[in-house]
């Protein structure tokens, strides 16, 4: 079958290296995709959230599956815009509906949804410019740190941690009232702070039955040691060595069952990945968060751990057939870098040239993806602050970083900045 994947980051290279290796797949197209998709497929110059002239691909090129990586069109109703076309009705989507990318797209919706369907999660308020006052009053009324979220999407930068109350308030009129994150903090989620480990976990539903994936922990700071500003994530270890089988079955009895129920429940359709975002609390999960996607550097050392056909899965999810599946893991531990360009999260420069890309490509036990790259004049580039995910399996997480670690020295870019503590805590 011929098939259309979303996206042009890191993710999106995993789930094309995946993808190409099933021989249900004849012919993979990426749009946009980057330097590194283009070892598997074909990149077309598409916008995510141009759906007119996706609909055009697809029926152009006989697509029988689309893939979306990001959130964005996810949010935007890709889904349902396939279900408004008859032509295109038969096509899977594998993602969900505009109203379930909600639990991604609205924090406040996400947090109704958990409270309803008893999903374990933090004490919250939401506050819009008609109660900013009351927003200010409930800040001395909490104990910091304080927790603000903005509602909508902020690309991964909207969830600040105060360490004071004036701090909180400072930051809620920025919100709310001078729009920090645009539209996206119009209205601002005020939560209670858990105090804990965090860790992922990926499910993959068609809607009534569902498939845990292999764990991870992401690494968000930009400095050793979990300091400095948040990114979009500097790296990620799989599986967490905290969540046991004990842990995973309290995740599964209070967390995913309740929240697949939910969905179908509340009439919401979903047929694709659910990333949600927990925090082990004296030993019980706590939900932070939930994304509409596969998490980006996770997917990057996820999907390596599969060892299923990833199509045939997906396939299944369009069929609503996952319950027919077995997820087969590799067991050993496996470890992502994210080498990065020099200022990032902040301000940085593109379009450095990049070397020493093959040598680590060379060792089985490591792959390259490409984040932020393009190709320019024959060369590849940077063209992003996340550049590449290095992702490597080894005995331990102290062997896989290492091996990661090794294979970014023999790469080389202008600025080239990354984490060499990933996964430090548990060595």
Avoid at 11 to 24: G, I, N, T, Y
Avoid at 48 to 75: H, R, S
Avoid at 98 to 124: C, D, N, R, W
Wanted: proline share 4%.
């Amino acid at each position: 079958m011929n098939i259309l994947l979303l996206g042009s980051g890191g993710r999106e290279h995993a789930f094309a290296w995946k993808m190409v290796q099933s021989p249900l797949c004849s012919k993979l197209y990426i749009a946009p995709g980057n330097a590194g998709t283009l070892q598997h497929g074909e990149n077309v110059n598409i916008g995510i959230n141009d759906f007119a002239a996706i609909e055009n691909f697809v029926l152009q090129n006989q697509i029988a599956l689309v893939v979306v990586g990001p959130e964005d069109p996810l949010v935007n109703g890709i889904y349902d815009y396939f279900q408004s076309k008859p032509e295109l009705q038969k096509i899977p989507v594998i993602g969900p509906s505009l109203q379930g990318a909600l639990l991604e797209g609205s924090k406040a919706f996400a947090k109704q949804f958990m409270i309803k369907h008893h999903v374990p999660t933090a004490a919250y308020r939401e506050f819009e410019a008609e109660n900013l006052e009351d927003g200010l009053a409930y800040i001395d009324t909490q104990t910091p740190p304080i927790v603000l979220k903005a509602d909508g999407l902020a690309a991964g930068k909207g969830v600040l941690i105060c360490a004071t109350h004036e701090e909180a308030k400072n930051e809620l009129r920025e919100m709310i009232a001078n729009a920090k994150f645009g539209q996206a903090s119009a209205r601002v989620v005020i939560e209670q702070f858990l105090k804990g480990i965090e860790f992922s976990v990926f499910v993959l539903t068609d809607g009534t039955s569902y498939k845990i994936l292999p764990t991870a922990k992401d690494y968000k700071r930009i400095g050793e040691g979990d300091t400095g500003l948040n990114t979009g994530g500097m790296g990620c270890i799989s599986p967490v060595p905290f969540a046991s089988e004990a842990m995973m079955k309290l995740v599964e009895d209070k967390v995913i069952i309740p929240t697949v129920n939910g969905l179908k429940a509340d009439g919401i359709v979903y047929k694709g990945f659910i990333y949600i975002g927990l925090m082990n609390v004296d030993g019980e999960p706590y939900v932070i968060e939930y994304n509409c996607r596969m998490g980006d550097p996770e997917t990057e050392i996820v999907l390596p751990r599969i060892k299923n056909d990833l199509v045939e899965l997906l396939i299944a999810v369009g069929n609503e057939n996952i319950a027919s599946q077995t997820v087969l893991t590799d067991e050993r531990a496996a470890a992502t870098v994210i080498v990065a360009s020099g200022g990032y999260p902040e301000d940085y420069e593109k379009g450095k040239v990049i070397t020493g890309l093959d040598t680590p490509n060379a060792n089985r036990d490591t792959i390259v993806f490409h984040a932020g790259t393009k190709v320019a004049d024959g060369k590849v580039v940077t063209n992003g602050g996340r550049v590449l995910a290095v992702s490597s399996f080894g005995a331990s997480v102290t062997e896989a970083v290492a091996k990661s670690n090794a294979a970014i020295e023999q790469i080389h870019f202008e600025g080239k900045y990354y984490r060499r503590d990933i996964g430090y805590e548990f060595k």
